[in-house]
């Protein structure tokens, strides 16, 4: 059974910074993606935030480039999203998820691509 836990969401002001965690377990297969989404408050639809592919290949979506780093530990089963200068517009519940390999695991993700999902972790930025 495949399983992925998050932490380290919380509350924190406009221009700090937080750091997720995601422990995936029971994953099998070694050639994968995993990576970030998040759900706005008032909104349905999702975002992709992050992703790395087994490679250590990273994609991000275009509102955290060069804020947002995305990482995996030497296990690769810890997926890691460090968020600097944050700022209200980051204010979301931040889902960790994971699917097959993809040369580009943000388009698997708009494709409908990824199998596995975390529960959810919520970031609050305050202005």
């Known amino acids: 059974q495949v399983k992925l836990v998050e932490s380290g969401g919380g509350s924190v002001q406009s221009g700090g910074s937080l750091r997720l965690s995601c422990v995936v377990s029971?994953?099998?297969?070694?050639?994968?993606?995993m990576g970030w989404v998040r759900q706005k408050p008032g909104t349905r639809s999702d975002e992709g935030v992050a992703f790395i592919d087994s490679d250590g290949i990273t994609r991000y979506g275009d509102s955290v480039k060069g804020r947002f780093t995305i990482s995996r530990d030497a296990s690769k089963t810890t997926v890691i999203l460090e968020m600097d200068s944050l700022t209200s517009e980051d204010t979301a519940i931040y889902y960790c998820a994971a699917g097959r390999y993809s040369r580009d695991c943000l388009n698997l993700y708009y494709s409908s691509g990824i199998s596995y999902w975390g529960q959810g972790t919520q970031v609050t930025v305050s202005s």
């Open positions: 029971g994953y099998t297969d070694s050639r994968n993606c």
